[in-house]
């Protein structure tokens, strides 16, 4: 049985700008219906990535392939892409709808069926009684709701959305986390870029960690923690001043940090024995509340990103 083409790869992209390295050899495949997450700082080459996928920039060294439509090709179809900028990039004085009708006509869309989609994506954002408005009387977020169904109203295969969750509240950023799983769930592949944590990790089913150009990490979030040794923390709440250096010496503490003056976090390592670490706290400690979490995608963004060298063994991101 033949197997699907990447609908998106690069292959060893470089990009400058002046003497600014942006893209340093990134190689990475998106596979036909998964959600991608791009991560990184501001600054570390995520938006140029995306452009160079997008075919507004052209990479300095390397490949971009499309595996769109049953074709490999080398040059992106607008009909079967979709893209979110960070930017703003509405009409301010046009309509919502006329102006969704317009790009979505632009995209190969016959105006009845792009007036019917509009409206069934205003509806469904809330957005059925704006139909008629400037787009310069909506709030911030609501254009950001606006800007997402332009993207995504043609039904593209694939999806690029960059900071798709930028202004909008944590009941609109719930309601797009829905959004883009059904999109995916319809058949269309996302790569996204987002700084909100919480929410990549909810959503991507695979992570892609950049820094400096380059990538730092690449898998799903359960793999990264694997590769950081990354398992538990706990929090503690004790009476007086818990002491730091004794818990530092414990068998299978990775670190310690104290919050406030009765409080401390201990991460433990991966696959720690936890009775024995708990009886030893207990013998110095009178421990008030103890609460346990896992390791989460932020910690291991800040520690990647953060200047600490991936663990050795990453590979390719296909």
Known sequence: MSVAPPVLALEAVEKRFGDVRAVDGVTLAVQPGEILALLGPNGA???????????????????????????????????RIGYLPEERGLYQDVPVRRYLVY????????????????????????????????????????QQKVQFI?????????AILDEPFSGLDPLNQDLFLSLIRELRDAGTTVVLSAH????????????????AGRTAGAGTVEE?????????????????????????????????????????????????????LLEAIGRRLDVRDLRTETVTLHDIYVRTVGGVEEPAGEEVIA
Do not use: C
Not at 197 to 211: C, G, H, N
């Open 45 to 79: 080459g995520k938006t140029t990535l995306l452009r160079m996928a997008l075919g507004m920039l052209r990479p300095d060294r390397g490949t971009v392939r499309y595996g769109l439509g049953g074709v490999v090709t080398d040059r992106p179809d607008p009909t």
């Open 103 to 142: 790009f979505a006509a632009l995209r190969g869309m016959r105006r009845p069926d792009a007036r019917r989609e509009a409206d069934r994506w205003l509806e469904r954002l809330g957005l059925a009684d704006r139909a008629g408005d400037e787009l310069r009387s909506l709030s911030k977020g609501n």
């Open 150 to 158: 332009s993207s995504i109203v043609h039904r593209p295969e694939l």
């Open 196 to 211: 909100q944590m919480q929410l990549v990790e909810r959503l991507a089913d695979r992570v892609i960690l950049i820094r």
């Open 224 to 276: 990264l923690r694997e590769r950081w040794g990354a398992g538990t923390r706990l929090l503690l709440r004790v009476d007086g001043e818990p002491d730091v250096a004794f818990l530092e010496t414990l068998t299978g503490v990775r670190s310690v940090r104290r919050v406030g003056t009765d409080r401390v976090e201990i991460e433990i390592e991966r696959d720690a024995a936890l009775s024995p």
